[in-house]
């Protein structure tokens, strides 16, 4: 079974304060995510990685930062956190399996953090 | 673009009785359509996935969705409604080739005994 996990279940922060939050994979896959989850807002994507080293932009990506120095570990960093961006963050994975028309794989989801900024 | 359209943010059922939440989807290339589950904190959990081949997809825990290109739909159904199954469930889209998801904004179920 593939294993996402996330470094904190709680976390309570003061304004301005950097935050980091980890997500760490068992299964080599290559993407990851980073969503926002919000009531009434559903699930919004703040940034992706498809490789080490490599990033993308989702959705939302203003006040946050990301990392992804090796295959198992994407992190999603608050340069400097904000009320507005207390939140539950969960992170997920996917990988393409077998031979082109490549099957699409499920997103695999970490339980998530959730973040309060005070 | 691809884009999922989840109408009813909450849906109020009786035990026993049938589960019918609503999902749309737009998307301009052939679809792999998801709908996942979420308890009170935790993570999103897979129930039941649309590739190709048969458009009646059967998942966990009784549900099933359909998928019917000519409506662009991809409603979840359930028979009968268990006090487990309160929870909320969120639609997506994918397509081939494309790196992430599209959620729709979750409808939470409730299950009055």
């Known amino acids: 079974d593939v294993k996402v996990t996330q470094s904190s279940r709680y976390l309570v922060k003061r304004t301005g304060e950097k935050v980091f939050l980890e997500c760490v994979q068992d299964?080599?896959?290559?993407?990851m995510f980073w969503y926002r989850q919000d009531p009434g807002l559903g699930l919004r994507l703040i940034y992706f990685?498809?490789?080490?080293?490599?990033?993308e932009k989702g959705d939302i990506p203003e006040g946050y930062s990301v990392s992804r120095e090796k295959k198992e570990r994407f992190s999603l960093i608050l340069e400097s956190a904000s009320t507005s961006q207390t939140s539950m963050y969960l992170c997920?994975?996917?990988?393409?399996?077998?031979?082109?028309?490549?099957?699409?794989?499920?997103?695999?989801f970490g339980p998530g953090t959730r973040l309060t900024v005070l | 673009a691809q884009s999922v359209t989840q109408l009813g943010s909450h849906v109020s059922v009786s035990e026993g009785a049938l589960v019918l939440l609503r999902c749309n989807y737009s998307?301009?290339?052939?679809?792999?359509l998801f709908w996942y589950v979420q308890y009170p904190n935790q993570g999103l959990q897979l129930l039941l996935k649309?590739?190709?081949?048969?458009?009646l997809v059967k998942g966990i825990n009784g549900f099933e969705a359909e998928f019917k290109k000519s409506e662009t739909s991809f409603h979840l159904t359930k028979p009968s409604a268990h006090m487990s199954d309160a929870a909320e469930y969120f639609c997506?889209?994918?397509?081939?080739?494309?790196?992430?998801?599209?959620f729709g904004t979750g409808t939470r179920l409730t299950v009055i005994p």
């Open positions: 997506a889209v994918g397509s081939t080739g494309a790196n992430n998801l599209f």
């Open positions: 997920a994975t996917f990988s393409y399996s077998g031979a082109p028309p490549y099957s699409y794989n499920e997103q695999f």
């Open positions: 299964m080599d896959h290559e993407n």
């Open positions: 649309y590739t190709t081949g048969a458009t």
């Open positions: 998307s301009s290339v052939p679809p792999y």
């Open positions: 990685s498809y490789d080490v080293k490599m990033k």
